[in-house]
């Protein structure tokens, strides 16, 4: 997919497309082989567990709220305005612990598996099938996260 010039509105996808990923809600912006970015609603209490991208940058742009990160061993916080940085093959997790909404713009480059992934996880409710079926998708969950640690994300 290439590229077209133009303007996505704010609370629009492509072809009007919203994955539910435990709660979360996905929103895809821009689709390439060389970039894919999507808009994200992360509810209160919300994380994506520690996992790497092992042929993926990931970015991330905080749009309002603020972000607990767990990123290599170490924790920070990314507040609204914050860009975070995530290169391949860095350990990252993600956790909204504000009470609160939060909003981001997530893009990954390349593009890889990532889309195929988001479309395979739109309303899987079975955390012990994520966990399997992301390594096929060049997304790796840290040996410490058991699909018991993934059940929190609803």
């Not at 072809?15 to 082989?33: A, C, L, M, N, R």
């Not at 350990?91 to 504000?98: C, Q």
């Not at 981001?104 to 598996?113: I, N, Q, S, Y």
Request: glycine letters at 8%; a negative charge; one cysteine or more.
């Amino acid at each position: 997919m290439s590229l077209t010039a133009g303007v996505t509105k704010k609370s629009e996808g492509i072809d009007d497309v919203h994955w539910s990923i435990f709660g979360q809600v996905y929103t895809p912006k821009t689709i390439t082989e060389d970039c894919f970015s999507w808009h994200a609603l992360l509810p209160s209490e919300t994380f994506v567990p520690p996992h790497i991208h092992p042929t993926q940058d990931e970015y991330i742009q905080v749009l309002s709220g603020a972000l607990d990160l767990t990123i290599d061993g170490q924790q920070f916080h990314a507040y609204e305005g914050d860009l975070v940085h995530l290169p391949r093959g860095i350990p990252h997790g993600i956790f909204n612990n504000t009470g609160h909404d939060v909003n981001c713009l997530f893009w990954v480059t390349p593009t890889g598996k990532l889309v195929d992934l988001f479309r395979k996880l739109h309303n899987m409710g079975r955390p012990d099938e994520v966990v399997a079926l992301c390594p096929d998708y060049d997304v790796n969950f840290l040996p410490s996260v058991r699909a018991a640690d993934v059940i929190d994300l609803k």
